[in-house]
């Protein structure tokens, strides 16, 4: 047999004196760039470094915001950083609070307060300071202000809410005889009406009446079961209403086995599935109406529909929080609490994405109230229901994960509503038996 | 051999223990202080970003270490046996493995037969033949899961319609706990096999012709010629694509994380090791508690890859 003629490897690419050291000399550039003086140093302002989880229309928003902010503040050396919204920016949050020196003013989801560290790694907003810019529990959303308090604490300066609403097409649903004399969806009071409801727009769509994100059932779970007056308990007993989680978990069955709604639409889908006229209403977050908006999409939007009585639908706040300090910096703070009274004061801004502004004066205003749809879900905000509370609970926490997980076979009809519960009880158990790492 | 050692620089002279001659041991140990500079910069890598990362994680596997707080406190083999009473570890585990044996056969057997195809095929469509095999495997996996997602949409998606008229009833790929591994490791075949493709066809042009000729006058068919002239000419380079193959299936997570949005899939039919090892140390914080199930599954890749060697180095001395 012939030897096999192995090439060996080729010539190493050849790497130019030049080339190596022009290499060089700019990475010695970025090195020193890296470890030069403080600008406050240089340039005597007054350095504020913001981190925030906006990207898409959001992130598009908050920069027009910080735009106006550095214009009327030319004192501040205003830097920012954006990282992608859940785990990504929620751990780079946890080692910069812990290493102490990454931001002095951080966005993040109320829910999340005690999941990364009140108290430990996340300080208290001095109240007498942020009521010196006007911002207090009277001129906020006092659900939300009450949410962002621990122990007497206000931990996080909250500037939003945003949660699940009921968004219809109207062209559908008018053809479907369910919108009222105002050209809004009629309101329902029970299961039946709602099923009523969405059969008539089936009729029209043809496929489906509703769609929501079947893979993230933990929103629709959640605002039904807080529908029905349920409660969860987190700490040390797990305690929950079983009959009620059923109820729940059962409509998501029927809504699913019925045909009423898809066995199965994603986070992506579910926007798609709308927009493709699969189904005329949509029960997700309100973040979702820019994307609908440029698609020149006509639709109306109205609160978590009152299935099981209030009109309560499931939802968080983005907050502004401070980080623990090793050595206090008074300035630094002033300079972030200003910073985000400033932005709650101009959220109209903020409100143009969908989100619920949390402070009052904005939404009462009629810039906002000229805002369409925004303005129609206004009084969900007051009614919103936040996840109950524990390290592990919360936007892209543990809890969440292991409800989709969970709930997705619901829909599908692999796993019935009494075996859901039963795994969906013991993942929250084996949460709370598991020794809290904050 | 010895006389000759202790008498001239051969380069066997540093090892042989009997080179008494000063003038040998000089030139040896000039020639060993050059070479540590060659050897210190990947040395000092290798221990920097391999040795000490492997032995500050074993050492959180005994702590309590967070993400959330700054100091850490001895926990003993506390993760170690909350770890082995874990269920999710064994079924995250076993997703892994599952995923291992579903993908490697197609991923040897589609790029083999790809590379025969390109091989036989005519200079003027080879080229496509390269091109077109190769290129998913450029691709991104955010675009590459992007692209599946759409495709596995009940609703809408490509792969349902094309079933509806052929008269199958599609199905919910990503949301049902018996599809959605399988749809991940489809997406995965597609996207990867153009690796190992590359490499067998670069084997094939490695075989003489004139063994094909020579059967083909001895009167072999074409079944005859590949089992008994290709298989055993490419047996080395199946032996690397397997191993290779093995340990990158093993190590799934980007693309059964995205596709499954993080989530894990319906009940957890798609959570791999890692998966299970990111959420407990990022979602979860744990960093000490990830740190354990990381050594479990790096004595998993171990034994695998020596169970492997042991039996392909068996068929070889064999062979």
Not at chain 1, 27 to 55: I, Y
């Amino acid at each position: 047999m012939r030897r096999r003629s192995t090439t060996g490897p080729g010539p190493a690419p050849a790497l130019g004196r030049r080339t190596f050291l022009a290499g060089g000399l700019a990475a010695a550039g970025t090195a020193m760039a890296g470890c030069g003086p403080p600008d406050t140093v240089l340039s005597g302002k007054r350095r504020l470094r913001q981190w925030n989880l906006f990207t898409g229309g959001d992130g598009a928003r908050m920069v027009e915001m910080h735009d106006a902010y550095r214009k009327q503040h030319p004192g501040i050396d205003f830097q920012t950083s954006t990282f992608q919204w859940g785990n990504p920016y929620y751990t780079k949050f946890a080692m910069g609070a812990a290493g102490g020196r990454a931001f002095d003013v951080a966005t993040l989801h109320v829910s999340r307060l005690r999941g990364l560290g009140a108290g430990t790694l996340i300080s208290p907003v001095p109240t007498d300071l942020l009521a010196q810019h006007g911002i207090t529990r009277d001129t906020v959303t006092p659900n939300i202000w009450d949410t962002c308090t621990i122990d007497g604490e206000l931990y996080a300066i909250p500037l939003d809410t945003h949660l699940v609403v009921n968004y219809f097409n109207r062209p559908v649903c008018e053809k479907a005889g369910v919108l009222d004399a105002d050209g809004d969806l009629v309101a329902v009071s029970d299961e039946d009406e709602f099923f009523e409801v969405c059969a008539a727009v089936k009729e029209v769509t043809g496929q489906y009446g509703v769609v929501m994100d079947t893979t993230h059932a933990w929103r629709p779970f959640w605002s039904l079961y807080r529908q029905l007056g349920g409660e969860l308990t987190l700490d040390g007993e797990l305690a929950i209403d079983d009959d009620k989680a059923l109820r729940a978990l059962d409509f998501l069955r029927r809504i699913s086995q019925d045909g009423l709604a898809p066995q199965s639409s994603d986070g992506a889908a579910t926007p798609a599935n709308f927009q493709n006229g699969i189904a005329g209403l949509m029960l997700s977050g309100n973040w979702e109406l820019p994307t609908l908006k440029d698609a020149g999409m006509d639709f109306g939007m109205r609160p978590f529909p009152g299935i099981y009585g209030e009109e309560l639908g499931q939802g968080d706040s983005h907050c502004f929080v401070l980080p623990v300090r090793r050595e206090p910096d008074e300035d630094a703070v002033a300079a972030a609490v200003e910073y985000a009274a400033w932005m709650l004061k101009h959220s109209i801004t903020w409100a143009g994405g969908g989100h619920v502004p949390a402070y009052t004066p904005v939404t009462e205003s009629q810039e906002y109230a000229d805002l369409q749809p925004q303005a129609n879900y206004r009084r969900a905000a007051e009614a919103v229901q936040f996840d109950p509370s524990a390290w592990f609970s919360g936007s892209a926490a543990q809890l969440q994960a292991d409800a989709g997980a969970i709930f997705t076979g619901v829909h599908t009809g692999a796993v019935t509503p009494k075996a859901a519960l039963n795994r969906f009880k013991r993942a929250a158990q084996n949460l709370i038996d598991t020794p809290s790492p904050v | 051999m010895t006389v000759q050692a202790s008498t001239t620089e051969t380069p066997d002279a540093a090892s042989a223990p009997r080179s008494s001659s000063p003038r040998a041991a000089r030139g040896t140990a000039r020639r060993s202080a050059a070479g540590i500079w060659f050897v210190l910069p990947f040395t000092v890598l290798f221990a920097v970003f391999l040795i000490w990362p492997l032995i500050a994680g074993l050492w959180a596997s005994f702590t309590d270490r967070s993400l959330a707080k700054e100091d850490s406190s001895f926990v003993g083999l506390a993760n170690w046996i909350e770890m082995f009473g874990d269920p999710a570890v064994w079924q995250s585990l076993w997703v892994t493995l599952l995923f291992t044996l579903i993908t490697v056969p197609p991923l040897v057997a589609i790029a083999l037969a790809m590379a025969l195809l390109t091989h036989r095929a005519t200079a003027r469509i080879g080229w496509f033949l390269r091109f077109s095999y190769f290129a998913p495997f450029l691709m991104p996996v955010a675009v590459v899961t992007l692209i599946w997602e759409w495709m596995y949409q009940p609703e809408f998606g490509m792969i349902n319609d094309v079933l509806a008229t052929v008269g199958i009833p599609g199905a919910s790929w990503l949301t049902g706990e018996d599809t959605v591994l399988p749809a991940i490791a489809l997406t995965t075949v597609w996207w990867t096999v153009g690796f190992n493709y590359l490499l067998y066809l670069a084997a094939l042009q490695g075989i003489p012709v004139y063994l094909y000729e020579a059967a083909a006058l001895d009167g072999a068919g074409a079944w005859r010629r590949f089992t008994s002239i290709t298989v055993p000419m490419v047996r080395r380079t199946t032996t690397l694509i397997v191993l290779l193959q093995m340990v990158a299936s093993l190590k799934l997570f980007d693309q059964a994380y995205l596709m499954t949005n993080g989530s894990g899939g319906p009940n957890y039919a798609a959570r791999p090791i890692i998966g299970y090892i990111f959420e407990s140390g990022f979602t979860g914080l744990r960093i000490g508690y990830a740190s354990a199930i990381s050594y479990l599954f790096f004595a998993v890749i171990i034994v695998v890859s020596v169970l492997q060697l042991r039996l392909f180095s068996r068929k070889e001395d064999a062979a």
